[in-house]
């Protein structure tokens, strides 16, 4: 059917070669040219047009963007407070070695296999992480109420149980907390939900709202979702007592607001896994239903291995079977089942006592150093006699500290003392070390003093 | 304030019961969702306990020991990377290194279009994230565009689209009568579907069929592609296990690169590396430009990010170590020639036993089909019959995973299909 001619047919042929092949091609069969209505559309490929020409450049994601701003600073006093990335006092990233350990009994285990894992992860995995966040006593587990499906870390996590309400819940709004993490609003948005907000924090106090939470909540339509922290908020690091937990709970489930736990820093923010849990566990205990989005990324380091589960607690067993059926079907067309490795990791750990005692050891002194940077930080400001009140620093929780500064003087603090963090004033307690706090402490000083 | 309290006494005393029976699930009208036709075959496996019982369901490789297999260059590969690294978060985008490893087998090692930086590329989640990425962009970018895909197709193709909001429709692909390709059809297809159409197209290995164009008809299809200023976009899942050889895979792709598309191209390494759980692929999209290129990078990053934040590092470590290696990356292509050698033998084996055995039907197709899968053209009922009196697993579509197939049970597979079939 196709004339005998030859053309250049190297991959290395330049643009105008290319285009002159198609052309001779096209011009030798004179045949196919009466019998093709040829539509040179802008779109065509001939004419070197893109369908995606009119694509612009997105701009930078605000927080991972920070990291690659550092990344450009040849300073040598740099230091990143973005990315909330837990660092060693020498500013090192840290592979737990119970994490170390776990990933050498794996590779010396030649029976294990690279398979595909079913659709909803490692079975051990998920039922590990159920206890772990619900506790092993839950009556929700024990009831068989729960289901819990492995994802892609936190954001997976919500991704999937977003999607999931946008298809099978009659509500199709959640709000969010005034302020929160940027990627939240994002990934329930692109999920198909519509976002709204309710109060949180409180920048008088630099702590939390708590009338205007309840009366946002309270005015809020019978069965929205609710995105709730269950500790260690971020940004703010403010956190509710466990009095307002209570409060917040009675509130909730007297509207049927449907609550959807992120779970990011268990065992991150008090250094007890159980303790960081309550939140979340009032809220089983009530025999009420709630998503939660669990993430292993910070407590276990576990970060770029993207680990993590999706639970659902529901009040019947047979219905929490059927979620799982329909939260697979969410899953298949995403990524088909998770990543095997990093959730290995985490079973390995969860399932050994010896090593999850390890593991607690090691948690309580990342959360520790977290602690005593929060102390110093604090005593550094103080010593300068910095204008303000900066015990905020050491009341808020978890990996960061809003330190209440604006746009301008981070701007600032980047430029003349190259600090890097996000521009809302966040700062990643984890990316500080006793050598590097006077530097923050001095640039903190100068933003204050010299810019408002 | 003071009905407010004396509210929240009376709903602390309702709350305050505990028990399923007081509160109704959100969830009581959530149906029980259907089992996925293709990972529900192995589930329904693992559950026989018959000794003779076959899997040829699940499009995963195996040795002739029917064992799962872990290449030897991934072992060398996790041993170097053990305990060295750290597991810091990569880039939106993934790990840079194995992107540009990735993009050389796709586009060429020497690819002009890599060295103009005119490709857009972000690692992906295996061939399934780097489909249902592309979907979400075209959905984004090209709000009323409609997806072509081949009938039949891997059936979560049609579930990555719909997830997607891209409406779709089918072209013609399989011919039953002929066990090949209806290319009158399809290029019929291709015609009269609305310029500017997105078409997906598998680079090579189709499944479920195994049944490909031929390099002449490749070259048809670009042709007429190109007229209707089509969007291609290849699904390439097997380069290299099609006929061991990845250039020679990579064939349908240098011909529409060589046309001057602006191709989309989703690549998975499960099977060639065999990282089947680790979820390692990659998505590149053809610019016109570096400039484009950039653009359309930071676009595909703003939908990764609300999806998973950034992929996982494991995997890509792996892929990154082998083919940086000039050492490691040889031994890969010895492995993914072997386990390509080997799945050919077990079609000549399984063709020949059926012949043997004097069956009436042509079993011609088993041969000239390529890649994992062999479109048998056993109904749903033969399938059926099997499963229930031989215990032999597979999707009911009559798709035949090759890789499942082993000098111990070609022949007891071959009776088994002769049974059903005479």
């Not at chain 1, 069969?29 to 802008?42: D, H």
């Amino acid at each position: 059917m196709r004339p005998e001619f030859t053309s250049p047919s190297s991959s290395s042929s330049s643009s105008a070669d290319r285009r002159l092949n198609a052309l001779v091609r096209h011009l030798a069969t004179p045949s196919m040219v009466s019998q093709t209505a040829v539509a040179f559309s802008p779109t065509s490929g001939f004419h070197g047009d893109s369908v995606f020409s009119h694509v612009v450049r997105a701009p930078e994601d605000p927080i991972l963007g920070v990291t690659v701003a550092y990344n450009k600073d040849p300073s040598p006093v740099k230091l990143n407070l973005g990315v909330g990335a837990y660092r060693t006092e020498e500013g090192k990233p840290f592979v737990l070695n119970v994490v170390r350990k776990a990933e050498q009994m794996l590779l010396n285990d030649k029976s294990r296999v690279k398979e595909y894992l079913p659709i909803v992860g490692i079975a051990e995995f998920n039922k590990l992480s159920a206890q772990l966040i619900f506790g092993a006593d839950s009556p929700a587990i024990r009831e068989n109420r729960v289901t819990t499906v492995q994802c892609l870390s936190g954001t997976g996590s919500l991704r999937v149980g977003a999607e999931f309400l946008a298809r099978h819940y009659h509500q199709k709004t959640i709000y969010i907390p005034q302020p929160t993490w940027g990627n939240h609003p994002k990934v329930f948005t692109l999920a198909g939900l519509s976002v709204k907000t309710y109060r949180y924090y409180d920048p008088t106090t630099r702590g939390l709202n708590f009338q205007g939470l309840l009366e946002d909540l309270g005015s809020a339509p019978s069965g929205s979702i609710v995105l709730l922290h269950a500790c260690a908020h971020n940004p703010t690091g403010v956190d509710p007592t466990l009095q307002q937990w209570e409060q917040i709970r009675q509130l909730m489930r007297s509207k049927a607001l449907l609550p959807f736990f992120d779970s990011a820093y268990q065992g991150f923010a008090s250094g007890n896994l159980d303790e960081d849990a309550q939140s979340i566990r009032m809220f089983v205990t009530d025999g009420g239903e709630c998503f939660v989005a669990q993430s292993y990324a910070k407590n276990m380091g576990l970060y770029g291995e993207r680990v993590g589960a999706l639970s659902v607690v529901c009040t019947a067993a047979d219905v929490a079977s059927k979620v799982e059926s329909q939260l697979k079907l969410v899953i298949r067309p995403m990524f088909s089942n998770p990543p095997i490795h990093g959730a290995s990791i985490v079973a390995t750990i969860l399932k050994d006592s010896n090593m999850f005692n390890e593991w607690t050891i090691e948690l309580k002194a990342m959360a520790d150093r977290i602690i005593s940077m929060r102390k110093q930080l604090f005593d550094a400001l103080r010593a300068r006699g910095t204008p303000g009140d900066w015990s905020h620093i050491i009341k808020q929780i978890g990996m960061f500290t809003f330190t209440g500064l604006n746009s301008k003087q981070v701007e600032f603090m980047t430029r003349e003392y190259h600090i890097y963090m996000t521009s809302d004033g966040r700062i990643s307690m984890a990316g500080l070390s006793s050598k590097t706090v006077p530097h923050l402490a001095d640039a903190i000083h100068a933003a204050v003093t010299r810019m408002t | 304030m003071a009905i407010r309290r004396a509210m929240s006494g009376r709903i602390m005393d309702r709350t305050a019961v505990v028990g399923a029976r007081y509160m109704s699930s959100w969830w009581r009208s959530v149906q029980p969702a259907p089992k996925d036709p293709i990972l529900g075959v192995t589930e329904a496996f693992l559950a026989d306990q018959s000794p003779d019982k076959v899997n040829v369901g699940v499009g995963a490789y195996r040795d002739d020991n029917g064992k799962p297999v872990v290449l030897e260059c991934v072992r060398e590969a996790e041993r170097r990377i053990a305990g060295n690294l750290n597991m810091e978060y990569l880039p939106m985008g993934g790990s840079v290194k194995m992107v540009e490893e990735t993009l050389k087998l796709a586009y060429g090692e020497n690819s002009e279009l890599i060295k103009e930086k005119r490709i857009a590329a972000v690692q992906a989640l295996s061939g399934t994230g780097a489909c249902r990425l592309f979907a979400d962009f075209q959905k984004h970018f090209c709000p009323d565009s409609q997806i072509y895909i081949p009938v039949p197709t891997w059936a979560n193709h049609h579930n990555i689209w719909r997830d997607a909001q891209v409406p779709q429709k089918t072209y013609h692909y399989y011919h039953p009568e002929s066990k090949g390709l209806d290319f009158a059809a399809m290029i019929d297809d291709i015609k009269n579907a609305p310029n500017g159409s997105f078409f997906l197209l598998h680079a090579c290995a189709h499944n479920p069929t195994g049944v490909d164009p031929s390099e002449e008809q490749w070259r048809e299809i670009s042709h007429h592609i190109k007229a209707k200023g089509h969007f291609a976009f290849f699904d390439m899942a097997y380069q290299g296990f099609a006929s061991g050889d990845p250039e020679k895979d990579a064939k349908a792709i240098r011909i529409f690169l060589e046309d001057g598309h602006h191709i989309g191209i989703a690549q998975s390494y499960a099977k060639n590396m065999g990282l089947y759980g680790q979820r390692v692929g990659c998505l590149s999209v053809l610019c016109e430009d570096e400039k484009q290129a950039v653009a359309v990078k930071s676009q595909l990053q703003q939908l990764a990010r609300p999806m998973y934040s950034n992929p996982p590092v494991h995997g890509a470590l792996i892929v990154s170590t082998i083919l940086s290696d000039p050492d490691l990356k040889k031994q890969w292509l010895k492995e993914v020639k072997v386990m390509a050698d080997r799945i050919i033998g077990m079609r000549t084996a399984l063709r020949g036993n059926l012949e043997k055995l004097g069956s009436p039907l042509s079993w011609q197709h088993i041969t000239n089909q390529i890649g994992m899968f062999c479109y048998s053209g056993l109904t749903p009922e033969q399938v059926d019959r099997l499963t229930n009196e031989f215990h032999i697993y597979m999707t009911r579509n009559g798709r035949i995973s090759m890789a499942g197939v082993t000098t111990g049970n070609v022949k007891y597979l071959a009776n088994a299909i002769h049974e059903v079939t005479k």
